[in-house]
Nanobody, 127 residues
Framework: QVHLVESGGGSVQPGGSLRLSCTAS?????????MGWFRQAPGKEREWVAS???????FYSDSVKGRFTISQDKGKKLLWLQMDSLNTEDTAIYYC????????????????????WGQGTQVTVSS
């Protein structure tokens, strides 16, 4: 059974940085896959933030492009999200999830195509 756990959230002032981590147990890293970060603010739907394919390509939503960086360490089964230049609109619960290798680049932002959701980690950006 696949189990994802996010960590690294917290409170930070605007302009600050945080690094989120996602550990995956029971997940077959030897096969091709996509992994992604998502977030959900109060009263809003869950939205896609960034995704990375097992062979390296990365994709970002326009709202975080240039500020966030997704990366992975397959040997350690770790996924990261480095978040810089944070602003109040980044406040949300952040989740990681997995998707199938066959996901196309036009599909990477579709929340419903991901599974094995973690419990989330809260990020609060406030002065």
């Amino acid at each position: 059974q696949v189990h994802l756990v996010e960590s690294g959230g917290g409170s930070v002032q605007p302009g600050g940085s945080l690094r989120l981590s996602c550990t995956a147990s029971g997940y077959d890293y030897s096969s091709g896959y996509w992994m992604g970060w998502f977030r959900q603010a109060p009263g809003k739907e869950r939205e896609w933030v960034a995704s990375i394919r097992s062979n390296g390509p990365t994709f970002y939503s326009d709202s975080v492009k240039g500020r966030f960086t997704i990366s992975q360490d397959k040997g350690k089964k770790l996924l990261w999200l480095q978040m810089d230049s944070l602003n109040t609109e980044d406040t949300a619960i952040y989740y990681c999830a997995t998707s199938r290798w066959e996901l196309t680049t036009s599909e990477v932002s579709r929340v419903e195509l991901y599974k094995n959701w973690g419990q989330g980690t809260q990020v609060t950006v406030s002065s």
